[in-house]
Nanobody, 122 residues
Framework: QVQLVESGGGLVQAVGSLRLSCAAS????????MAWYRRTPGTERELVAS???????NYAESVKGRFTIARDNAKNTVYLQLNSLKPDETAMYYC????????????????WGEGTQGTVSS
């Protein structure tokens, strides 16, 4: 069955960088939108960045110019490069893919990874 696995989280100092990866496997026919979300215990889940199958990119206003999303279709993988990180961006980061798993256009569904923790110290 489909599963998504994130990697690349860790501890960095303020103004440092992280590179996150999310790879999908299992029963995949096609993948359309790939996206990254984040949340903390004191905040609602936030869409950070997304990239469509046509390479259209969207970013939260707070991360524009600092974060970059990219996809590698051959590897069923999405990346997020996080630069100039701030302490208040300490969060659990989640990937989400829209995936087709069967014949017919009614088989599309959203799948989530379990998250990777990014911690930014001052």
């Amino acid at each position: 069955q489909v599963q998504l696995v994130e990697s690349g989280g860790g501890l960095v100092q303020a103004v440092g960088s992280l590179r996150l990866s999310c790879a999908a496997s299992g029963g995949i026919i096609d993948i359309s939108t790939m996206a990254w979300y984040r949340r903390t215990p004191g905040t609602e889940r936030e869409l950070v960045a997304s990239v469509s199958s046509s390479e259209r990119q969207n970013y939260a206003e707070s991360v524009k110019g600092r974060f970059t999303i990219a996809r590698d279709n051959a590897k069923n993988t999405v990346y997020l490069q996080l630069n100039s990180l701030k302490p208040d961006e300490t969060a659990m980061y989640y990937c989400k893919f829209r995936i087709r798993t069967g014949k017919g256009w009614g088989t599309w569904a959203d799948y989530w990874g379990e998250g990777t923790q990014g911690t930014v110290s001052s």
